[in-house]
């Protein structure tokens, strides 16, 4: 039995509909829920919820409590998957591979365009990619989401396109 | 094989998520493609697209429009069943009784407090139910949701509690 | 509040896939599950599970021990749905009739073509359609069932294209 | 844009359920349909509707025909995800490693325990992480399924607990 750890912190992947105010909101926790769907008979997934922010919201003393959770968290040398709204995704995970320069992990980052559990969402796919990336990559900071694995120093959000795309070097 | 008229306005039942604005709008129409889902051997359903608007945003015109589009479809004999948002759904109902003193046929109004397609939707619910009760009602104007089944001047909404309730005579 | 008795018998709206077998099979109850899915904000369900059988192997005995909840649960006044296989749902339907003469609430007999939570399945949309009828319908015993509702001496099943129909008088 | 090749073959991941005979069955396609439900930005999917079988029911011939066409289709380049049921998928396999010892793609064989569509179904799972892993693995021949990743010749099924696991070296 093989353990990963996920951090949640919010974003559009965690979102639920209100029917008071007509809006998506960061209200309740979904994630977990979404997790348990998986079929995964040799891992244990731990999940912390840390925050549930739209990442717009996030301040850098939000991103010091991510960092000081996955500093923690490290010691059980298992991997870890943080799920995090896509905006600020990459400025989270630059974060992490500064101050945390000598991983044995991988840190696979993720979240959704559309919240898990609307017609036509990404989040479940995407949680499903990076659970097994985990497993395939070698330690370091990453993207993963449609199909796609970016070194996290090499990736940006297209958002009039709702992907992720490859900088220039 | 009886054909049921459906006339959609709108409202919550028919709003999408965009991923460009991350909020839930009227962009693209839904109700059909929900319809196709029931399985209705003698039933014919011929959906007229007439608006695709939250009804806080309805206006006197938008009204005219829909009783002009009921009052045309009433001479096929034709049930017809209204999807609408559900804030003004109640003020466009007595519209339709007031000015359609003799109908043969029941008009249902109906909606969701949750687009259809996200989870915990009742939409797909309320179009089922809706289908039934015109095969049920007798000739008049209603609200069908939830399993209940109001006359249009005995209903009003319960925003606090996204439920429809009885009026006090 | 008003309370429906739904008593639950089987047949394919109950059947799951087995994965070791690879058959489907009446071997967990599932109605009640799908039930809770529902949003009747003045209804309370009350379902008793009284056996999980496909309906070609009910005997005479299983029949009389229907009947004989039936008639326990008509002295609480409430209107009573039965989810029953559709091979033989009209059998057990008119035993029922012809045993209970003087009934004060409807009985609706309903079931499915395709399990429910199998893709493409006719179950929710026919549990849905059942509650709702027993608000809508008079005493009597019923198939209600894909948008349609049928005196119970007036249908039977057609095998090959999966429905039911009205039988001739 | 990369381009993946998905060959399928049948199995339990493909099987419908048939109202006529109440048994599921390799009646239509079903996999490509549930491709597209994978939002794959940089990625084409070229799907080979190869044959449509219970892998009980796979001779050796088929498994040739298997072979035919994953070496014409090496030609190409692109990585191949090959659809299948699980009961002789590790036979399929070890056939393609025997016969093509000079890959220089990955070739992942996955499938399901429930087929496609039905509740609790693992089939999505394992075409999302079957399609990731053609990304980062190595060439050679795998299993990927349930969050596992297998070469060839080191995995068999466990029937009785419907999961695969590692053979003893």
């Given at each position: ?5 996920v951090i949640s ?10 029917e008071q105010t ?23 997934v731990r999940i ?122």
């Amino acid at each position: 039995m093989r353990t990963v750890c996920v951090i949640s912190t919010g974003g559009t992947i965690e979102k639920v509909y209100s029917e008071q105010t007509g809006a998506v909101q960061n209200l309740r926790k979904k994630v977990e829920r979404y997790f348990r769907r998986l079929r995964l008979p040799d891992t244990r997934v731990r999940i912390i919820q840390l925050m549930n922010k739209d990442s717009l919201e996030m301040t850098d003393t939000d991103r010091e409590r991510v960092l000081s959770v996955v500093r923690k968290r490290l010691a059980s040398r298992a991997p870890i998957v943080i799920t995090h709204g896509t905006d600020t995704m990459v400025e989270t995970g630059l974060l992490l591979r500064k101050r945390l320069p000598r991983l044995h992990v991988p840190i696979v980052l993720t979240g959704a365009m559309t919240p898990l559990g609307f017609e036509g969402s990404d989040g479940l796919q995407n949680l499903t990619e990076s659970l097994l990336a985990t497993r395939l990559l070698p330690p370091g900071v990453y993207v993963v989401i449609h199909g796609q694995v970016f070194p996290i120093d090499r990736v940006r959000k297209d958002r009039k396109r709702a992907r992720f795309v490859w900088t220039h070097s």
